[in-house]
T-cell receptor, first 112, second 112 residues
Framework: EPEVTQTPSHQVTQMGQEVILRCVPI?????FYWYRQILGQKVEFLVS????????KSEIFDDQFSVERPDGSNFTLKIRSTKLEDSAMYFC??????????FGPGTRLTVT | DAKTTQPPSMDCAEGRAANLPCNHS???????VYWYRQIHSQGPQYIIH???NNETNEMASLIITEDRKSSTLILPHATLRDTAVYYC?????????????FGTGTRLKVLA
């Protein structure tokens, strides 16, 4: 059964550094999402992406964040200058034209 | 904010049915109810969704009240592996841009 994959599983970075989190959505899916979950808290929507552009973004998704689908298979989330409060699990999700979203296993980002 | 409210925790004996309630009193006529679960810090896993009618699949059943203001997820024979946080989510937005707004979910503990 096809799955959403994410790399790396764990990323440690220093405050102020740039990080890129990578996702490979399911191949025939059209809509892509990033969510995050701070330890012990709710899963929070960050951004949705369709047809090579952002459909919607939350208040969390400020100018430090960007998303890209560089080659038709990968979907990336970039954080330009990480802060301590960016430490969280980041989940990528994808879906076809309708139906449910399929989530990846997540990348744990630790900012020190 | 999430459009759903759920009890924070529930216990269920192994082999018995687990009935997880959810209130969504402000749901609109064309908004679907989705159920996901999250085991430890893994990515949320789709369980089932519905609009008006009751639904059943290999994992669970979903009972939606006639006024659509509440629903119940039923795991017919709970096992220890069903221990997880269960999220009831009202899908928000149109078909092209919808997103999930997660609440705090119900932490289900299946007891041996």
């Amino acid at each position: 059964e096809p799955e959403v994959t994410q790399t790396p599983s764990h990323q440690v970075t220093q405050m102020g550094q740039e990080v890129i989190l990578r996702c490979v959505p399911i191949s025939n899916h059209l809509y892509f999402y990033w969510y995050r979950q701070i330890l012990g808290q709710k899963v929070e929507f960050l951004v949705s992406f369709y047809n090579n552009e952002i459909s919607e973004k939350s208040e969390i998704f400020d100018d430090q964040f960007s998303v890209e689908r560089p080659d038709g298979s990968n979907f990336t989330l970039k954080i330009r200058s990480t802060k301590l409060e960016d430490s969280a699990m980041y989940f990528c999700a994808s879906r076809p034209d309708s139906y449910e979203q399929y989530f990846g296993p997540g990348t744990r980002l630790t900012v020190t | 904010d999430a459009k759903t409210t759920q009890p924070p925790s529930m216990d269920c004996a192994e082999g018995r049915a687990a009935n997880l309630p959810c209130n969504h009193s402000t749901i609109s006529g064309n908004e679907y109810v989705y159920w996901y679960r999250q085991i430890h810090s893994q990515g949320p896993q789709y369980i089932i969704h519905g609009l008006k009618n009751n639904e059943t699949n290999e994992m669970a059943s979903l009972i939606i009240t006639e006024d659509r203001k509440s629903s119940t997820l039923i795991l017919p024979h709970a096992t220890l592996r069903d221990t997880a946080v269960y999220y009831c989510i009202v899908r928000v937005g149109g078909s092209g841009t919808y997103k999930y707004i997660f609440g705090t979910g119900t932490r289900l503990k299946v007891l041996a």
